[in-house]
T-cell receptor, first 115, second 114 residues
Framework: DQQVKQNSPSLSVQEGRISILNCDYTNSMFDYFLWYKKYPAEGPTFLISISSIKDKNEDGRFTVFLNKSAKHLSLHIVPSQPGDSAVYFCAARLNYGGATNKLIFGTGTLLAVQP | EAQVTQNPRYLITVTGKKLTVTCSQNMNHEYMSWYRQDPGLGLRQIYYSMNVEVTDKGDVPEGYKVSRKEKRNFPLILESPSPNQTSLYFC?????????????FGPGTRLTVT
């Protein structure tokens, strides 16, 4: 049972345009949501996060939006650059009430930014 | 430089031949974890460790063992590898504090079992 879903395996956008990557989740116990970026032959690297008590977090060209009622989050990249081409993983943290850092990952979306 | 290292980066082996993938972090992190990445399945947690001598199963632990004798090291052991364990493996670490959710990943180990 996939608790974190990324329904789009791939996305292609033109340089300078907006990229929107989507993620849906099912578990109401998630307390943080994160986006990771992965280049080929490298490990995932943390990009941006949002607490479950917020609805927006912005960091430069990257903005994450959280809609708790819809159990949906999205990552906006504006403007998109060719160097943004990578696989993007959505992840959610489960909070068991103690010091736990279990992350549940989505299946990833391959973003291709065309020059 | 803060980092998570894994060795080897690439490994081809045969069914049943025991192997160990090492993982080491230099950030004094309490929490360490192993994931496998497979096409269409994303990253799935194999085992994790909250601190030295404290380990627990993740979502796909069958066929794997781990140990945490030192804080910095968290090796993944495949006692009798099978072809369905062919995958890309990542080690990750993070602070054990509840407010620290970011995990730092190693570069990955691509394992092929024939």
């Amino acid at each position: 049972d996939q608790q974190v879903k990324q329904n789009s395996p791939s996305l292609s956008v033109q340089e300078g345009r907006i990229s929107i990557l989507n993620c849906d989740y099912t578990n109401s116990m998630f307390d943080y949501f994160l986006w990771y970026k992965k280049y080929p032959a490298e490990g995932p690297t943390f990009l941006i996060s949002i607490s479950s008590i917020k609805d927006k977090n912005e960091d430069g060209r990257f903005t994450v939006f959280l809609n708790k009622s819809a159990k949906h989050l999205s990552l906006h990249i504006v403007p998109s650059q060719p160097g943004d081409s990578a696989v993007y993983f959505c992840a959610a943290r489960l909070n068991y009430g103690g010091a736990t850092n279990k992350l549940i990952f989505g299946t990833g979306t391959l973003l291709a930014v065309q020059p | 430089e803060a980092q998570v290292t894994q060795n080897p980066r690439y490994l081809i082996t045969v069914t049943g031949k025991k192997l160990t993938v090492t993982c080491s972090q230099n950030m004094n992190h309490e929490y360490m974890s192993w994931y496998r990445q497979d096409p269409g399945l994303g990253l799935r947690q194999i085992y994790y460790s909250m601190n030295v001598e404290v380990t627990d199963k993740g979502d796909v632990p069958e066929g794997y063992k781990v140990s945490r004798k030192e804080k910095r090291n968290f090796p993944l052991i495949l006692e009798s590898p099978s072809p369905n364990q062919t995958s890309l493996y990542f080690c990750a670490s993070s602070s054990g504090q509840a407010f620290s959710y970011e995990q730092y990943f190693g570069p990955g180990t691509r394992l092929t079992v024939t």
